[in-house]
């Protein structure tokens, strides 16, 4: 009985934390700006490979990861200069725009690197539960993915970065009268976001085979959890991220994972269906409420 | 008496904490010219969007000739025969003026009278020196008087018009206030939110004053202009 | 009558009678590989124009072309597996068509009576499409099978029956002749359809959908149709390729596929059908000087393509050329003292 529960919880956490950590970049780009960064997927690509390539240059793992974190960071901050900077306001166009640039870099990876490199193995051993045996590198990854919320949540809440970033997202206007530079607040959150899809890039690369095309299995969970989530990034990311983790963990376990992914699409199509601002929407309507 | 084309019962509208509409009964009597003023932040704009359905009244009801369209969608509102001029001017800006008269109008006629009916609706409301630039280049003044004409095209009953002289000099305020009496004079009813009291009192036969959305006091535009508490409001004393 | 013809005369509509005139001789002048070639790049130009419908005119912004491309052509397929008669095809191509108007159409109701925003519906479609395209790609078993038809997994279903008319194969010039009526059947109708009611209503909702609602016009209901007609001319342009080919695969529902279209509207001018056509065109030239470096370089360019257009010419590329000489061609003329109609005041929509 243990074990069942056991092994419910564990899918639940590897499910959760895959979605928390994808969409993390991703929400906080859209929930800034509103603007979808269609590269997504390739940014954290970008960041497996950093990764694997270091790493099986004998560098430590934890500085593969951070160096990747932060190379496509800055890769990130010069997409923005180069691209999105002059597409502020105009969302859809920047979506064409970044779709533009994911071919490119799916394509160029594979020019320069071929179909794929030899990738690491998952770290950290197997430990066991009644008769299964589980990763303990996908525990740590859900320790990193709560470790994450904290810390989105601590820069949005007690930082001046994070007070400035609130204010531009309730109104740029405003904040810009009171003399917040919103055109680097944009680049930075857009910096950010890019690192942390390095992040996710690198954390994940020991788990997966390393090609120019394993981003696009990051890209359809957390599309669907912005989506689900809505514009508050914070709220949003743990709110779909929690929902969405059980009910994807639910159906692989029942269905096989393939399952699991249409029904993350089916429950996107209907969120927008009956709750078009999302999780975030909702909630922040009762938290207010709540105050007075 | 006469028949009442609008009935707010009891109507509030809350947004999370904030009470933007509180416990208004208003009722309008067809034909009249009715205004709508008070501080900013009073409310008047919100009791607008939700007569028009733009969102549905957290309490109360709203009584459209006798029918209750509450919860009616606002598309379907405007055929029934409510037409809005907003705030911030809703034109179509990267169209032609005729573009954007043709976009209100072809619902409502057949579509060999649509170029007879956007002259008609020019003239109506008086632009015909105008031509037919980008409206994006046109005058802020005269993207309001396009959007009163694009407002008429649905032949309404009742027509809001929020703040229609705002930004204008005396010489428009003036053309403005002769557009909405021969609008009223046709038989449209108007109900209109502005802060300039020299073209209220040219034009409005009952005004409503809110604060704080509450109806604060209710009468002739005299009985109101010469009211203390209502100076008091105005000057952030209450 | 006069002035009608004078407003006639523009770059786009010379250009237009050009690239038809181009397209109608060009079975005459070339070989019957390179028909058959033009025959499946016309099939993309009806994929463009579905997605010019729904992007250029209704300003929604659809990765699900692509899907529906593939739900028309693995409709044809399976009805074609199932009952062998090969007369029976062009009913297979009304079934085909028509799922393609109906998915869409449930998707459509999900998303624009819900009032989600124009990002979630770029989001929403592309989840669709990945989503159908690793579905159909993981249908490899034998398990996989509807009535007599194997969906085949990566492979897809082959040996499909052409169109059929009576006891007449659809093939080589038939075919050509076939895909190019399509096309400008579709093109006349959109190009008709702009100064018509549709035409506007659709332009008050690419413009400003909320005051749209305003002047009384059903907005959601009115988006979820022109998705549903749009879904179901890609999905005709699915069927169309799946005869011409006699197969289909997952990968014609996939991010490359979804592409295309993508660039060819972007890059042409999405509010501008001809624009689209002639940009195919243009497109089909350089990718065949291309094809001799190989097919990887190709998406390459096309994410360039893409990227340097939105930056620099979002209208489009050959839209604004239109432009470009259209308005020299009234300076020109104007000072050779001859009027060109009412455009001297009123500008094109843009």
């Keep these: 009985m243990f074990n069942s529960i056991f092994n419910y919880f564990y899918q639940f956490l590897d499910s959760f934390s895959f979605l928390i950590i994808a969409v993390s970049g991703l929400a906080i780009i859209f929930g800034m700006m509103g603007i979808i960064n269609l590269a997504h997927g390739e940014f954290i690509m970008l960041g497996a490979y950093i990764f694997t390539i270091l790493a099986k240059a004998s560098v430590p793992l934890v500085f593969a990861i951070a160096l990747g974190t932060v190379f496509v960071g800055i890769f990130g901050y010069i997409v923005d200069k180069l691209v999105v900077s002059r597409l502020y306001g105009r969302a859809l166009d920047s979506v064409v725009a970044t779709w533009g640039i994911s071919l490119l870099l799916r394509q160029g990876i594979l020019i320069l690197l071929g179909p794929s490199i030899p990738g690491l193995t998952t770290p950290m051993g197997t430990f066991a539960v009644g008769s299964s045996t589980y990763s303990i590198y996908r525990i740590v990854l859900a320790a990193v993915a709560i470790a994450l919320l904290a810390g989105v949540y601590w820069l949005f809440m007690h930082t001046t970065f994070g007070l400035h970033s609130r204010a531009t997202m309730q109104s740029s206007t405003i904040a810009q009268s009171l003399g917040i530079n919103t055109g680097r607040m944009y680049s930075m959150t857009f910096m950010l976001g890019s690192a942390l899809a390095g992040l996710c890039g690198a954390l994940y690369a020991p788990t997966m085979t390393i090609t120019p095309t394993m981003g696009q299995a990051f890209q359809n969970d957390s599309f669907v959890t912005v989506i689900v989530g809505g514009a508050n990034p914070l709220i949003g990311m743990t709110a779909s991220g929690t929902v969405l983790g059980v009910i994807q963990s639910a159906l692989s376990m029942l269905f096989g994972t393939f399952f699991g992914k249409i029904g993350l699409l089916v429950v996107a199509i209907i969120v927008i269906r009956v709750l078009p601002q999302g999780f975030s929407g909702m909630i922040e309507k009762h938290m207010v409420k709540g105050k007075r | 008496m006469s028949k009442k084309i609008l009935e707010l019962l009891n109507v509030s509208k809350n947004f999370g904490g904030l009470k933007a509409v509180d416990d208004v009964s208003l009722s309008i009597e067809e034909g009249s010219l009715h205004c709508l003023i008070g501080p900013n932040g009073a409310g008047k704009t919100t009791i607008f969007k939700l007569i028009m359905g733009i969102y549905p009244p957290s309490e109360g009801k709203i009584l459209f000739d006798g029918q209750d369209i509450s919860r009616m969608p ?153 009211n203390e508490d209502v100076i008091n409001i105005y000057l952030g004393k209450v | ?166 006891a007449f194969p659809v093939k080589g010039e038939a075919l050509y002749a076939l895909v190019l009526l399509l096309v400008l059947a579709i093109y006349l109708a959109l190009r008709i359809m702009e100064k018509r009611n549709l035409g506007y209503c659709l332009l008050s909702i690419r413009e400003n959908r909320a005051r749209s609602e305003m002047f009384g016009y059903n907005t959601a209901k009115i988006q979820m149709v022109i998705f549903a007609v749009s879904g179901a001319i890609a999905a005709l342009a699915g069927v169309l390729y799946t005869s011409w080919g006699g197969y289909i695969v ?101």
């Design chain 2, 74 to 226: 606002t598309y379907r509102r405007v055929r029934e025969g409510i037409s809005i001029k907003m705030q911030i001017p809703g034109v179509y800006l990267d169209l032609s003026l005729y573009d954007n008269i043709r976009i209100a109008v072809q619902k409502y006629v057949s579509y060999h009278m649509i170029p007879s009916e956007i002259n008609r609706l020019i003239s109506l409301v008086g632009i015909e020196d105008i031509g037919n630039p980008l409206v994006c280049n046109m005058p802020h003044g005269q993207q309001q008087w396009l959007e009163i004409a694009m407002s008429l095209a649905s032949q309404p009953k009742l027509l809001l018009l929020d703040e229609p002289a705002a930004g204008m000099g005396p010489e428009e305020t003036e053309f403005t206030s002769k557009i909405v009496k021969r609008i009223n004079e046709q038989g449209t009813t108007i109900i209109f939110i502005d802060h300039d009291m020299d073209f209220v009192s040219k034009i409005a036969r009952r005004t409503t004053v809110l604060h704080y959305g509450k109806i604060f006091a209710e009468g002739t535009f005299d009985e109101i202009h010469n």
């Design chain 3, 1 to 166: 009558m006069k002035n009608k013809i004078k407003c006639a005369v523009t770059t786009e509509n010379i250009s237009a009678i050009a690239v038809f005139v181009f397209f109608l001789l060009y079975p005459m002048l070339h070989s019957a590989y390179k028909v058959l070639n033009m025959a499946n790049f016309l099939i993309t130009v009806i994929l463009a124009l579905s997605l010019a419908l729904i992007w250029g005119y209704t300003g929604i912004f659809s990765y699900a072309q692509a899907a529906f491309y593939g739900i028309g052509g693995y409709t044809y397929a399976i009805f074609c597996k199932n009952f062998a008669n090969p007369s029976l095809t062009p009913i297979f191509l009304i079934a085909g068509v028509l799922a393609g108007f109906l998915v869409a159409l449930v998707l459509g109701y999900f998303m624009f009576y819900g009032g989600v925003n124009d990002v979630f519906v770029a989001l929403v479609t592309m989840c669709f499409t990945l989503v159908l395209e690793t579905f159909l790609a993981q249908t490899a078993g034998p398990e996989w099978a509807i009535g007599k038809a194997q969906l085949g997994g990566f492979n897809g279903i082959n040996a499909v029956t052409p169109l059929t008319f009576g």
């Design chain 3, 250 to 350: 997952p990968s014609a529902v996939g991010m490359t596929q979804a592409t295309m279209p993508v660039v060819l509207v972007a890059a042409g001018g999405r509010k501008n059908p001809t624009a689209v056509v002639i940009f195919t065109l243009f497109y089909l030239v350089l990718s065949q000087n291309l094809a001799a470096s190989g097919s990887q370089y190709s998406l390459v360019i096309l994410g360039l393509i893409l990227l340097l257009v939105v930056l620099f010419v979002p209208k489009g590329i050959i839209h604004s050329l239109f432009e470009i000489i259209d308005e020299k061609a009234a300076v020109l003329l104007k000072n050779g003292s001859i009027r060109t109609g009412g455009k001297a005041n009123e500008q094109k929509n843009p």
